[in-house]
């Protein structure tokens, strides 16, 4: 345990200069806004969803309705009106490679509610990606658990919660954080020795 203390206070202070990204999810209309969002590496992408019952799961350029393996998951998250407390929050460990990701419900993705995490300006653009999902012939939701390859939090994260909670990496574990006056964290610690192994 003495390894994963330092480990998490390693990370503590790389991430102080880390941004967090809100994707707004759904709100009024089957769309991630922005649905290109510009991070840099450490940085991290917090979805908010509004009303219906949305989710995130990462996919592929190839195929924008499906998961990609081993991509994050937040699970199904209803709101009846304005934003859910609870909120999804991956980490962007390689600036360079765009992440794509679409909503699993009903007909959501090839209605286009898609999006991505530094699309290129030309080439696989975010816009060709929303285009391509819009003519998807599969829509497909992850058999991975809520929360896989992100953080699931619920509640607001507070100023000082920020630093720790960015913590989160999105190889594929599954945490799952209730900020509520302090952080909880679950699972995190086991990630931590996991990683040093
Ligand atoms: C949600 O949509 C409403 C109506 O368009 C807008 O006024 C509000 O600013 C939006 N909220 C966010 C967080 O984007
Ligand atoms: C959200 O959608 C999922 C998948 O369609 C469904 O299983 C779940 O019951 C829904 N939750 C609510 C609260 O509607
Ligand atoms: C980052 O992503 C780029 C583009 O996919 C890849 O070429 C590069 O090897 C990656 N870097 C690391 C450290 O994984
Ligand atoms: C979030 O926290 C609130 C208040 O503690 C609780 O009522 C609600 O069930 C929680 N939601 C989830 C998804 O854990
Ligand atoms: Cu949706």
């Known amino acids: 345990m003495r390894f994963s203390v330092a480990a998490a206070a390693t990370a503590l202070v790389g991430s102080a200069i880390a941004a967090d990204h809100l994707v707004v999810v ?9 649905n290109n969002v510009q991070a ?3 940085d991290t992408v917090t979805f908010k969803f509004w009303p219906k019952n949305h ?15 081993n991509g994050f998951w937040s699970g199904y998250v209803p709101s009846t009106s304005g934003a859910a407390t609870e909120t999804f ?9 765009p992440i794509w990701f679409y909503c699993t419900q009903g007909q959501h993705c090839t ?33 991975s658990t809520a929360g896989t390859g ?16 960015s913590t989160a990496s999105s190889t594929g574990a599954a945490s799952s954080v209730n900020v509520n006056g302090g952080v ?3 699972g995190m610690m086991g990630m931590f020795a996991y990683l040093l192994m």
Do not use: R, W
Request: include cysteine; charged fraction near 10%; charge should be negative.
């Open 89 to 97: 929050m991956v980490e962007v460990t390689n600036a360079s490679a």
């Open 40 to 42: 840099a590496e450490g």
């Open 150 to 165: 992100g953080m699931l939090m619920n509640g607001t994260m507070s100023s000082t919660a920020s630093g720790s909670a």
């Open 111 to 143: 209605s286009g509610m898609a999006g991505a995490i530094n699309a290129p300006s030309s080439g696989n653009t975010a816009d060709a990606f929303i285009e391509a999902a819009k003519q998807a012939d599969n829509i497909a939701e992850p058999a």
């Open 184 to 186: 909880v964290f679950t």
């Open 55 to 69: 989710s995130v799961a990462q996919s592929t350029f190839a195929n924008p309705c499906e998961p990609m393996s």
């Open 26 to 34: 759904g709100n009024g209309s089957l769309t991630f806004e922005p």
